[in-house]
Structure formats: structure tokens, C-alpha cells
């Protein structure tokens, strides 16, 4: 398993930015002898860590090395910063384009994989959940599949500017940096039923999506809430809960189920 650290000038972020990967293209053949997911060409997994977090934290966290390995998968692990992976207005803030666009670019063409969209697919937790959701359909013809663990479906609450939410993650200076007028955030691209509904209206496929999440998660209220949406909506999606809060324990129980889901018989 190779493991490699990148730095590189984005032109979207307007900066040096870092990236990790697990490449399983040197795993000696006794640990893969029979394992019909090395009968294919490698696939691409973008993974997206949370709020706070960085380039490390599936590394550290959970068996995304393993899951490499075994599903002989490229993993990517960017840094989004604590962007919800949107495109803010600001110069050097454009980390929606800078992960569905520029960085698969960058990674198939430095490591020779894959730029076919049934060999790519993007997926994330919390505000990673947030941004592999809607980076997956703003760039739904880059990604096959998108998976989305505890995601920080958030958008509803910031609107009113409520006292709880600004206690848990951020102020609404930060939200209005991030995700411009609140007042206008619901009808805005950066609410991801704003963005389903007008892609439907265009007659645009829309990638499938797994989503999880904790019974015990405070964002669980959230995500029943969009999985609901997207059942009205007819977009195709599966949504599992179990007992679990927001925490690496339930998010390593399903990040292999996630990528079972997400390769298929592949």
C-alpha cells in the first residue's frame, strides 16, 4: 500500500494545498490472490473529512486504508479547510470547483487513473457528509456515487440564525462567509434541494446516494429530513440509522458498508 502526501498549487484555492492518498498499486500478491475486485481497473474514492478536521483524520480515524486494499480503491483525502466544501465568494475560496473539478483532474492525470465517471465517487462525513452530497450533484457528471455519513444537513437552521446552532459549530458571521445571504441561502445553489430540484428541471441524471446516521446523532433530525426529500423527490438513495452518536465508532461501521454499496458487483 502506498501511501503519499501531495503538495500542490491549486488554481482554484489560489494556494499550496495538501492532499493524502492510498494507492493499493504495489500489494504483494499473496494478500489479493482470489479477490475478484483486482480482476478490474483501480477505482477512485474521494473522502471528505468534517468540520475542524484535515487531511489526516481517515487516516487516523478509521479503515480507510484496509477498505483500500481490500477493494482495490484509490483514496483521496483532500483538505476542504472549513469551507462545507462550497464556493465562497472570496478569491481562493472555490473549494466545490477546487474537489469536483480541478483535483480529480489533477490526481487522474499525476497517477495515471481512471477519469471515467463509473470509476469515480465522493463521499464524506458531517460537514464532509454536507460536501460529498452536494459536490456530488453540482459536478454530477464527474461522480457515479456519492455516500454521506452524519451529514451536517445544516441549512434549515442557519436560515433563522438559530441560538443552538451557533452554540454547536460556528457564528453566523462564519455561515454568511461560507454560505453567503442567509435570507437567500434555501434558493441559492448552496442548498443542496435547491440544487436536486433544478437539476431535475433540466432533465439531468442525478448520482445514486447511501446515507447514515446515528440515532443518537444531533444531526439525525436533519438527515431524516433530506432522505425524506430525496424519496419525494424520486432520487434514487438508501438510508440506514443504528444506535450511534457523531462520532468515529459509527462512522468506521459504516464506511465499509458505504463502499460496498457505492462498487456494486464492481
Known sequence: MALLQVNYFSEALKKITTFHIFLPN?????????????????????LLHGFSGGTIDWMLGSSAQDMAIKYNIAIVMPSGDNSFYLDAKA????????????????????????????????????MGGFGAIHTGFLYHDTFHKIFALSSALI?????????????IIANYEYYTLTFGDLSKLEQSENNPEYLVKKLKKE??????????????????????RFHK??????????????????????????????????????
Open 26 to 46: 504495489d500489494v504483494q500478491p499473496i494478500m489479493i490472490q482470489g479477490n475478484k475486485h483486482y480482476e478490474r481497473e483501480i477505482k477512485t474514492l474521494y
Open 91 to 126: 478569491t481562493g475560496k472555490a473549494y466545490g470547483r477546487f474537489v469536483g473539478e480541478e483535483l480529480v483532474s489533477y490526481v487522474s492525470k499525476t497517477f495515471g487513473l481512471s477519469e471515467k465517471k463509473e470509476d469515480l465517487y465522493i463521499g464524506g462525513l458531517s
Open 155 to 167: 441549512i434549515h437552521n442557519i436560515k433563522d440564525k438559530t441560538k443552538e446552532y451557533e452554540d
Open 203 to 224: 432533465n439531468k441524471q442525478l448520482p445514486s446516494l447511501f446515507m447514515a446516521c446515528g440515532t443518537e446523532d444531533f444531526l439525525l433530525q436533519e438527515n431524516r
Open 229 to 266: 426529500f430525496l424519496v419525494d423527490e424520486n432520487v434514487d438513495v438508501v438510508y440506514q440509522e443504528s444506535p450511534g452518536i457523531h462520532d468515529w465508532k459509527f462512522w468506521n461501521e459504516y464506511l465499509e458498508p458505504a463502499i460496498v454499496w457505492m462498487l456494486g458487483n464492481k
